[in-house]
């Protein structure tokens, strides 16, 4: 079944701690986005469906009831009309994968960040008659929100238009239809701020002739969606870099600087950062304190190794002197094969003890390293 909006509130501002110490903090100042969304008019604008071309779906008939027991995904439904549009060939890889990557790429900016970004997935989009029953609905293929909690969705995935606040950004995957001609008029005229239509490299047998890959990012400016080389909501991430992203089988270092990039600038406007993000928070206390064992071992090693040096170089005095250049000659070509500070020690008390420099170089010559 399709699931029902409710209007409830949710505070506006979290400062503390969230979810084990993750910082929520919610800026002053409204995103570009959010001026974008305070623009648009609460009574959303009903299109003529019969003038919108929904390539690659199948319509079929479909009445509220129908509506209300339909468990499946589709493109539109409408009431008056009691019409649904369902893409003919259903999900697959090629189309699912950028919905999964974008929700993948938006965790590790979030992290970044120092605080949650929330991705609703395949969101129901609804504008409801005064009863609240569904006049027409649309499903989005995925649904980022920077600020959880502006999504103001309680209980399930249902956007009420005109009621709820809008997605910072909105997905759409063309695959074997095309936003162009259809859904594209609708987010336009109901007000959403940023739409990203991607176009798989990946190229599905009955794509439209003509739909070449590549993510194309709608902005609404006064009410009318423009082309742009960049994404408002994640300032300087720019369309090609995002189709990059979302078509690598694995991250490439190219797209981790951009999306460490993205994290910090989006930190930056609400004072939050990687210490903020418990896992960054923890990993980063372990690597520091491997980091201060390791300081630890490398520092006794590097100690122990200047002390055999100093110590060797003793010897060697203090043999001169008693034993002259001669025999402290030799015992320096001995002493290069003693390597610890216990033999070293020893060589010395039989210094102090021995009668002849020939006990001196036999101790010296048994306690070399074998």
Same mark, same amino acid.
């Given at each position: 079944?399709?699931?029902?909006?409710?209007?409830?509130?949710?505070?506006?501002?979290?400062?503390?701690?969230?979810?084990?110490?993750?910082?929520?903090?919610?800026?002053?100042?409204?995103?570009?986005?959010?001026?974008?969304?305070?623009?648009? #008019?609460?009574?959303?604008?009903?299109?003529?469906?019969?003038?919108?071309?929904?390539?690659?779906?199948?319509? @079929?008939?479909?009445?509220?009831?129908?509506?209300?027991?339909?468990?499946?995904?589709?493109?539109?439904?409408?009431?008056?009309?009691?019409?649904?549009?369902?893409?003919? $060939?259903?999900?697959?890889?090629?189309?699912?994968?950028?919905?999964?990557?974008?929700?993948?790429?938006?965790?590790?900016?979030?992290?970044?960040?120092?605080?949650?970004?929330?991705?609703?997935?395949?969101?129901?989009?609804?504008?409801?008659?005064?009863?609240?029953?569904?006049?027409?609905?649309?499903?989005?293929?995925?649904?980022?929100?920077? $600020?959880?909690?502006?999504?103001?969705?309680?209980?399930?995935?249902?956007?009420?238009?005109?009621?709820?606040?809008?997605?910072?950004?909105?997905?759409?995957?063309?695959?074997?239809?095309?936003?162009?001609?259809?859904?594209?008029?609708?987010?336009?005229?109901?007000?959403?701020?940023?739409?990203?239509?991607?176009?798989?490299?990946?190229?599905?047998?009955?794509?439209?002739?003509?739909?070449?890959?590549?993510?194309?990012?709608?902005?609404?400016?006064?009410?009318?969606?423009?082309?742009?080389?960049?994404?408002?909501?994640?300032?300087?991430?720019?369309?090609?870099? @995002?189709?990059?992203?979302?078509?690598?089988?694995?991250?490439?270092?190219?797209?981790?600087? @951009?999306?460490?990039?993205?994290?910090?600038?989006?930190?930056?406007?609400?004072?939050?950062?990687?210490?903020? $993000?418990?896992? @960054?928070?923890?990993?980063?206390?372990?690597?520091?304190?491997?980091?201060?064992?390791?300081?630890?071992?490398?520092?006794?090693?590097?100690?122990?190794?200047?002390?055999?040096?100093?110590?060797?170089?003793?010897?060697?005095?203090?043999?001169?002197?008693?034993?002259?250049?001669?025999?402290?000659?030799?015992?320096?070509?001995?002493?290069?094969?003693?390597?610890? #500070?216990?033999?070293?020690?020893?060589?010395?008390?039989?210094?102090?003890?021995?009668?002849?420099?020939?006990?001196?170089?036999?101790?010296?010559?048994?306690?070399? $390293?074998?």
């Amino acid at each position: 079944m399709a699931p029902r909006s409710h209007n409830k509130s949710l505070p506006g501002s979290f400062d503390k701690a969230y979810n084990g110490g993750m910082a929520i903090t919610e800026s002053r100042e409204p995103t570009p986005s959010q001026r974008a969304q305070a623009k648009q #008019p609460a009574e959303p604008v009903m299109l003529d469906l019969s003038q919108l071309d929904f390539v690659g779906c199948e319509a @079929i008939p479909m009445t509220l009831e129908q509506y209300h027991r339909f468990e499946g995904r589709l493109e539109v439904w409408d009431a008056e009309l009691k019409t649904a549009w369902i893409v003919r $060939d259903g999900p697959a890889p090629a189309h699912e994968s950028p919905t999964q990557r974008l929700a993948g790429l938006a965790e590790r900016i979030a992290a970044v960040r120092g605080s949650p970004i929330m991705c609703y997935g395949a969101m129901t989009l609804m504008v409801a008659d005064a009863l609240g029953e569904p006049r027409r609905v649309m499903q989005a293929d995925q649904t980022l929100y920077l $600020d959880l909690f502006r999504a103001n969705l309680i209980g399930d995935r249902a956007l009420l238009v005109g009621t709820h606040n809008f997605p910072d950004v909105t997905l759409e995957v063309d695959n074997t239809s095309d936003t162009r001609r259809s859904k594209l008029q609708l987010y336009e005229t109901w007000g959403f701020p940023e739409l990203w239509v991607e176009v798989p490299d990946v190229r599905a047998p009955s794509r439209p002739a003509g739909r070449a890959s590549g993510l194309t990012i709608h902005l609404l400016e006064e009410g009318t969606y423009h082309v742009s080389s960049e994404s408002r909501a994640f300032p300087g991430w720019r369309a090609q870099d @995002i189709h990059r992203a979302f078509n690598e089988i694995v991250p490439s270092p190219h797209t981790h600087a @951009i999306l460490e990039r993205l994290g910090r600038t989006l930190g930056m406007r609400i004072g939050t950062g990687p210490d903020d $993000d418990p896992m @960054i928070r923890s990993l980063r206390r372990e690597s520091e304190q491997q980091g201060l064992a390791k300081g630890r071992a490398e520092g006794i090693e590097q100690g122990r190794a200047e002390g055999i040096v100093q110590g060797r170089a003793m010897l060697v005095r203090l043999t001169t002197r008693r034993f002259g250049a001669e025999t402290a000659a030799a015992l320096a070509g001995l002493l290069e094969g003693v390597g610890s #500070p216990e033999s070293l020690a020893e060589i010395g008390e039989r210094l102090v003890d021995c009668e002849t420099s020939v006990e001196l170089l036999d101790c010296a010559e048994r306690l070399q $390293d074998r």
